[in-house]
């Protein structure tokens, strides 16, 4: 019996939604009505106001600016940040870190970490007793 061969479809992405709205709806929203929506910790955030830094930073999104860096780790991405690039500070340098849909209402610290993986090398002259026979080239 020959197997019948089937030509599959490719899978189609879904479009991103967060709680039932898609990403446009959010963006028409006003600040009140994103409120609810919003985990408790960032609605939180915006209850009690944001900070000079943060409102300015959010003004440099609203203009359209496309060299955005910043120190802000604890800012909330909202929904007009969705496809900006924003350099976020590690301690060290500057991170790019294109915002995603998926990004909607977490803190921008979140996608630029602070800390990478250490590779140490093999032990020098002089470090410890145990080394004492580890050659040099």
């Known amino acids: ?28 929203m006003a600040l009140s009505e994103l409120l609810p929506l919003m985990p408790a910790r960032a609605r939180r955030k915006f209850d009690r106001g ?18 955005i860096r910043t120190h802000l780790r604890d800012m909330i991405i909202m929904p007009e940040m969705v496809g900006k690039t924003i350099e976020i500070h590690t301690g060290k340098e500057f991170q790019k870190v294109e915002i995603q849909p ?23 002259i002089g470090a410890t007793r145990s080394s004492k026979y580890v050659p040099l080239k």
């Not at 944001?50 to 060299?67: C, F, I, M, Q, T």
């Not at 909607?104 to 630029?112: C, P, R």
């Open 1 to 28: 019996m020959a197997k019948k061969t089937q030509k599959r479809m490719p899978r189609r992405r879904e479009e991103f939604t967060y709680h039932g709205y898609s990403v446009e709806d959010l963006q028409q």
């Open 102 to 124: 998926e990004a909607v209402f977490h803190y921008l610290g979140e996608f630029a970490l602070t800390r990478r993986r250490v590779s140490h090398g093999s032990a020098g």
């Open 50 to 67: 944001l900070s000079r830094e943060h409102e300015k930073l959010l003004a440099d999104v609203r203009s359209g600016g496309d060299n």
